[in-house]
C-alpha cells in the first residue's frame, strides 16, 4: 500500500483520538449548498454548458484570478492561471514537465509529491535541515523545488519573511523554479506572511486547494504558472484529464461569487479550534502559528509503524511516524500530529499520554 493509500485510510479510522488523518473537519464548515452555487453560476455565465468539453485550462480561470487579486492583493492575468484537480494533479503535471531536471524538495516531505516523482522516475534530491540554505543555494539552473512555504505537510513549518526573500533571490540569481504548495495557506491564526509568487512570480508556481478550505470531493485547485511555461503545462493536462468537471467549477465559482471571493469565510470556527490547540501544543512545540500540522518527538523512542500500532490498539490515539515522511534517520523518534480534527480537551488528554509514555 502506498504512502497515500494508507493516509486516505486513516482518514476513515474510527479512534477515540486521530491525529493521524489531515482531513479537513467538515463539521465545522457552514453547509455547501451544491445547487445554490450552480445556479449563481448560471446567473453569471448562462451561456456556458456545464455537460459539454471545454477548455483544458478551466471555465473559470477570471474568477480564479479575482480569488488572487481579493485575497492576496496581486494582478494575476486569467491566462496564466489553470484549474486542477487539486494541487496533486498540479503537482503530478509539473514533474512531467520537469522530468528532465532534478527535482529538490524539503525532507521531511510530503509524500504525494515523492511518490509521483518516484513513479515518472525523476531524479529526486532531499534537502536536509542542516545544510539547508547552503543546498538550495547551490540548486541547479532550470531544477524544480517543492516546498509548502505556508504551513509544510508533515512538519507544518512555515518560512519566514527574510526566508522567503532568500529563497527567491536564489531563484532568480541561479535561474532555477519553485513550486509552493499553499494548500494550508489560509490558516493563519496570526496576519499571513507574503506569498513567494509576490515576491518573484517569474520563477514560482502557487498553487492552491479547495480540498481543505471547502471539502476534498470538490477535487478543484487554482493553480498560478509562470507565463514561461503554462502552454506547456496546458498541453500535458490536454493528454492526461482533458479538463476539470464543469459541474464542480461552477459550484466553486458560485461559492466564491457568493461569499464574494472570500476564502476565509467559513474557516472562523476551526481557527477558534486552531487557537484553542495552539496554547497546549506550544508546551511541546513553541514554533506552532497555524495550520493542520505540528511535530511530536519522544526522545530515545523508535517511533515506527509498530509502535504507532501499538499506541492505536493500547490508548486508541492514531498519529503517524515522521520516518513515513524522511529519508532520514534523525527523524526517527520523531512523529506528525494533525491537530485540526480534535477538541482541545481531547489534544491534552493525548499530549499527556504522549508524554506519560
Given at each position: 500500500m502506498s504512502r497515500i493509500n494508507f493516509l486516505n485510510n486513516l482518514a476513515s479510522t474510527k479512534v477515540n483520538y486521530n491525529l493521524g488523518a489531515g482531513i479537513p473537519p467538515?463539521?465545522?464548515?457552514?453547509?455547501?449548498?451544491?445547487?445554490?452555487?450552480?445556479?449563481i453560476f448560471k446567473q453569471n455565465f448562462p451561456t456556458v454548458d456545464l455537460l459539454q468539453y471545454h477548455q483544458t485550462e478551466g471555465l473559470i480561470t477570471e474568477i480564479a484570478a479575482e480569488t488572487f487579486l481579493k485575497n492576496e492583493n496581486i494582478k494575476v492575468a486569467p491566462n496564466q492561471i489553470m484549474i486542477t484537480n487539486g494541487v496533486q494533479e498540479a503537482i503530478f503535471l509539473t514533474l512531467i514537465a520537469f522530468k528532465d531536471q532534478p527535482i529538490y524538495c524539503l525532507d521531511p516531505y510530503y509524500p504525494g509529491l515523492v511518490d509521483a516523482a518516484i513513479a515518472l522516475n525523476c531524479r529526486l534530491i532531499f534537502i536536509n535541515e542542516e545544510t539547508k540554505w547552503e543546498q538550495i543555494e547551490n540548486?541547479?539552473?532550470?531544477?524544480?523545488?517543492?516546498?509548502?512555504?505556508?504551513?509544510?505537510?508533515?512538519?507544518?513549518q512555515t518560512l519566514t519573511l527574510e526566508e522567503r526573500k532568500k529563497l527567491v533571490n536564489f531563484a532568480e540569481k541561479n535561474g532555477w523554479y519553485i513550486f509552493d504548495d499553499a494548500t494550508y495557506r489560509e490558516f493563519y491564526i496570526d496576519e499571513k506572511i507574503n506569498t513567494l509568487y509576490s515576491l518573484l512570480s517569474e520563477n514560482v508556481i502557487h498553487a492552491?486547494?479547495?480540498?481543505?478550505?471547502?471539502?476534498?470531493g470538490l477535487r478543484t485547485g487554482f493553480v498560478y504558472f509562470?507565463?514561461?511555461?503554462?502552454?506547456?503545462?496546458?498541453?500535458?493536462?490536454?493528454?492526461?484529464?482533458?479538463?476539470?468537471?464543469?459541474?464542480?467549477?461552477?459550484?466553486?465559482?458560485?461559492?466564491?461569487?457568493?461569499?464574494?471571493?472570500?476564502?476565509?469565510?467559513?474557516?472562523?470556527?476551526?481557527k477558534s479550534r486552531l487557537l484553542a490547540n495552539k496554547h497546549i501544543i506550544t508546551t511541546i512545540n513553541p514554533s506552532y502559528t497555524g495550520g493542520f500540522f505540528t511535530s511530536f518527538t519522544l526522545p530515545n523512542k523508535e517511533i515506527d509503524y509498530n509502535w504507532c500500532n501499538q499506541l492505536l490498539q493500547t490508548h486508541s490515539i492514531a498519529v503517524c511516524p515522521m520516518r513515513m515522511f524522511s529519508e532520514s534517520s534523525n527523524y526517527n523518534d520523531a512523529m506528525r500530529l494533525c491537530i485540526s480534527n480534535i477538541q482541545p480537551n481531547d489534544l491534552q488528554i493525548v499530549i499527556n499520554t504522549l508524554e506519560s509514555i
Open positions: 467538515l463539521v465545522m464548515y457552514p453547509e455547501i449548498h451544491l445547487t445554490e452555487c450552480m445556479e540548486i541547479e539552473k532550470g531544477a524544480l523545488l517543492y516546498l509548502s512555504a505556508d504551513f509544510s505537510n508533515p512538519t507544518g492552491t486547494s479547495f480540498s481543505k478550505l471547502l471539502a476534498p509562470p507565463a514561461e511555461m503554462k502552454s506547456k503545462l496546458t498541453q500535458i493536462k490536454s493528454v492526461n484529464s482533458l479538463n476539470n468537471s464543469g459541474i464542480t467549477q461552477s459550484i466553486i465559482a458560485g461559492w466564491l461569487l457568493k461569499n464574494e471571493f472570500d476564502l476565509t469565510a467559513q474557516l472562523s470556527e476551526l
